[in-house]
Nanobody, 124 residues
């Protein structure tokens, strides 16, 4: 069982930056693939970025490539999302998620644990 808690959301102007963090409980953090998802009002939850168990491989949705960076620190049980050059369309609630098994990293259904979410609002 893993509990996840996001922090770092807020209001920022277009072109600005934010860093989201996700703290995980438990001693088996390195056994989980981790991901960041987001959900805007009236839209489905969508994949943003993912990272393998030891951070060797990262994945991004096309719309954030070159602007967002996912990283993890297994010693501190944390995963982060550095977001630069933010756009109004990045506005959403951002969720941290953990996956025990394999499967498509972009699929919501493949993640077993979720945080409560943190709001990111980008003004134009």
């Amino acid at each position: 069982q893993v509990q996840l808690a996001e922090s770092g959301g807020g209001l920022v102007q277009a072109g600005g930056s934010l860093r989201l963090s996700c703290a995980a409980s438990g001693r088996t953090f390195s056994s989980y693939r981790m991901g960041w998802f987001r959900q805007a009002p009236g839209k489905e939850r969508e994949f943003v970025a993912g990272i393998s168990r030891f951070g060797r491989t990262t994945y991004y949705t096309d719309s954030v490539k070159g602007r967002f960076t996912i990283s993890r620190d297994n010693a501190k049980n944390t995963v982060s999302l550095e977001m630069n050059l933010l756009k109004p369309e990045d506005t959403a609630v951002y969720y941290c998620a953990g996956a025990q098994g394999l499967g498509l990293v972009q699929a919501v259904k493949n993640y077993d644990y979720w945080g409560q979410g943190t709001q990111v609002t980008v003004s134009s």
